[in-house]
């Protein structure tokens, strides 16, 4: 398994924007599908956003589609998200998640590990 560690989340005014990290540990982190997914208290998990292992395939959640985008630098081990025309709604813990599955997937089931998560708050 990999180690993920995200970061960059904060408080922003609605419109305002984002951008999160989440960085990898070991070797293999090309080799991953990453993910990224986001979660309030008392709710479902929600899927955000994936990119494949080159980056060639990306997928995102309608809520979110036109307004974030999702990137990797695998010299760095780290992948992104950057948020952009944020909502009130867009208020969640935002984690990161690695999947051996070979294409950018929304579902969680296909994700072995994931990060502790980092704080999106989108005031009104």
């Known amino acids: 398994q990999v180690q993920l560690v995200e970061s960059g989340g904060g408080l922003v005014q609605a419109g305002g924007s984002l951008r999160l990290s989440c960085a990898a540990s070991?070797?293999?982190?090309?080799?991953?599908?990453m993910g990224w997914f986001r979660q309030v208290p008392g709710k479902e998990r929600e899927f955000v956003a994936a990119?494949?292992?080159?980056?060639?395939?990306?997928y995102y959640a309608a809520s979110v589609k036109g307004r974030f985008t999702i990137s990797r630098d695998n010299a760095k081990n780290t992948v992104y998200l950057q948020m952009n025309s944020l909502k009130p709604e867009d208020t969640a813990g935002y984690y990161c998640?690695?999947?051996?599955?070979?294409?950018?997937?929304?579902?969680?089931?296909?994700?072995?590990?994931w990060g502790q998560g980092t704080q999106v708050t989108v005031s009104s």
């Open positions: 998640a690695a999947s051996s599955f070979g294409r950018a997937t929304g579902g969680s089931q296909y994700y072995n590990s």
């Open positions: 070991g070797r293999t982190f090309s080799s991953y599908t």
């Open positions: 990119i494949s292992r080159n980056s060639g395939d990306t």
